[in-house]
């Protein structure tokens, strides 16, 4: 019964850029079960527009800044959306605020899809989206999105697509990306017969996820000992708004073959990203756009739960200090906070010889995750 069929479907890509990369496998069943209709993705973050915007299983990408837009320019902009008369609204996990299942349920007109969380569930409001998934807590944040849009399909009475075993995320990099890239390649003297080594050393301080970083220090320590074991080798600090007061005190210390990546295209960082052999991370957004690329990630973990964050790839290692409090942080409104009054020992105790023997893991041809 195809009149039934949901003509006109709205993704709420919200919380941030690595919560978009891995909801693609997800937005590519999507449109499988929904061939005909047409998918608009809103983006609150200016880096997951650009993402976005490529991606084939879109019609359309939008960005309106919801962080710094007062109520009612808020209110405006929703209410916007619910004239357009989406038949279906789909709030990706993770979105655990009240504010999200507000926004879904004024614009999905018939259908709201979304999670039921496992903390501060009821006071989120999770009863106004009409197709509700409970959240696994032990799945992977792409395996949940999966879960979702199957719950959808099985919902409104479509037949499940059939996915691959292992779902890649997806980017999708345009000529013009890579020529942008090139040529600031080319203004850096960087050669590109000589490994690359990317580091991305912050975070976004919204909700304190600055906290789930590597101190800056040990970050120095890592590059100066990686430049002495490989003469050659050339590092790739990825920077963006709120990492450059940490990455500039950085290059301060280490200076020699160490270059500063700062796009207004994000998509022309990644196109950077992509040439370096592995890539040295916090759980943050480009750690997860790293793996969407293919190139192999030594992730760092403290706080957030590593087994539904890790990198989305075959070649990872993560590099944590397990401690009895960990994972501590839990999708909600709540701000990450050291419950366990360590000063965030989790991270502060790991050791740059337990990332350097990651990295020299990873350099080494066919490696496989670990953790």
């Not at 003469?231 to 280490?254: C, H, K, T, Y």
């Not at 942080?329 to 023997?357: H, K, N, T, W």
Request: proline share 6%; hydrophobic share 45%.
């Amino acid at each position: 019964m195809d009149f039934a069929l949901p003509q006109r479907i709205v993704v709420f890509c919200l919380p941030g850029i690595g919560d978009a990369v891995l909801f693609t496998p997800a937005l590519r069943m999507l449109r499988r079960a929904f061939p005909n209709a047409r998918i608009l993705a809103v983006t609150m973050f200016r880096g997951t527009y650009d993402i976005l915007l490529t991606n084939p299983h879109v019609d359309e990408v939008r960005h309106f800044d919801f962080f710094h837009a007062r109520l009612l320019e808020g209110l405006r902009y929703v209410w916007g959306l619910r004239r357009e008369g989406f038949d279906l609204s789909i709030m990706p996990f993770p979105s655990n605020r009240r504010e999200y299942n507000v926004v879904n349920w004024l614009v999905g007109r018939r259908w709201r899809a979304g999670h039921r969380y496992r903390h501060h569930n009821r006071r989120n409001l999770y009863f106004l989206n009409n197709i509700v998934v409970r959240e696994n807590g032990s799945l992977h944040n792409v395996e949940e999105n999966l879960r979702l849009v199957r719950a959808i399909c099985e919902r409104i009475g479509v037949p499940v697509p059939l996915i691959e075993a292992q779902p890649q995320t997806e980017l999708v990099l345009t000529a013009a990306d890579e020529q942008a890239a090139e040529a600031w390649r080319r203004s850096e003297g960087i050669p590109t017969d000589v490994p690359w080594l990317g580091l991305h050393t912050y975070s976004s301080t919204f909700k304190n996820m600055h906290r789930k970083c590597w101190p800056k220090e040990k970050f120095v320590e890592l590059i100066r000992e990686l430049s002495a074991a490989h003469p050659q080798m050339r590092f790739l600090v990825f920077s963006g708004p709120s990492d450059r007061e940490v990455n500039a005190w950085i290059l301060q210390q280490v200076r020699e073959r160490v270059h500063l990546v700062e796009r207004p295209n994000l998509r022309e960082a990644l196109v950077l990203l992509r040439r370096c052999r592995v890539f040295v991370s916090n759980d943050s957004g480009l750690m997860h756009l790293a793996a969407a690329v293919g190139v192999a990630v030594v992730a760092l973990f403290g706080p957030t739960d590593w087994r539904r964050l890790h990198p989305w790839t075959a070649q990872y290692v993560v590099v944590r200090r397990d401690l009895p409090c960990m994972p501590c942080f839990y999708y909600s409104r709540r701000p990450l906070q050291c419950r366990a009054g360590l000063d965030y020992a989790c991270m502060r105790e790991i050791e740059v010889r337990d990332v350097m023997g990651a990295v020299e893991r990873l350099l080494q041809p066919a490696s496989v995750a670990t953790s």
